[in-house]
């Protein structure tokens, strides 16, 4: 298990931007990081995904060319910078830790953080 610490959530005008922040206890036994998001009545979904060793990256389709993840591999820590907010993006988002590649359902990630609300009004 890692501990995961989210922050940065809060309240934004649809349009604007937020940077969530993932700190991790540490990297052992974890290849790639994840960010999920859990709405109100709906399902965790998948976000964005980045692997700690060469920082490949999968987002959603809701998502590519408005979200960035990145990593700092000195401070174990993982960010998801969000652009071009919409209220559809409101949500909980989830930090999560995973052994593997290129799997990406909630079920293949071990270690998971506290969640941070991310609320974007209209």
């Known amino acids: 298990q890692v501990q995961l610490v989210e922050s940065g959530g809060g309240l934004v005008q649809a349009g604007g931007s937020l940077r969530l922040s993932c700190a991790a206890s540490r990297r052992t036994f974890t290849f790639t990081m994840g960010w999920f998001r859990q709405a109100p009545g709906k399902e965790r979904e998948f976000v964005a995904a980045?692997?700690?060793?060469?920082?490949?990256?999968d987002y959603t389709d809701s998502v590519k060319g408005r979200f960035t993840i990145s990593r700092d591999n000195a401070k174990n820590t993982v960010f998801l910078q969000m652009n071009s907010l919409k209220p559809e993006d409101t949500a909980i988002y989830y930090c999560?830790?995973?052994?593997?590649?290129?799997?990406?359902?909630?079920?293949?990630?071990?270690?998971w953080g506290q969640g941070t609300q991310v609320t974007v009004s209209s």
């Open positions: 999560a830790a995973s052994p593997y590649a290129n799997r990406f359902r909630p079920t293949d990630f071990h270690s």
């Open positions: 980045i692997t700690w060793s060469d920082g490949n990256t």
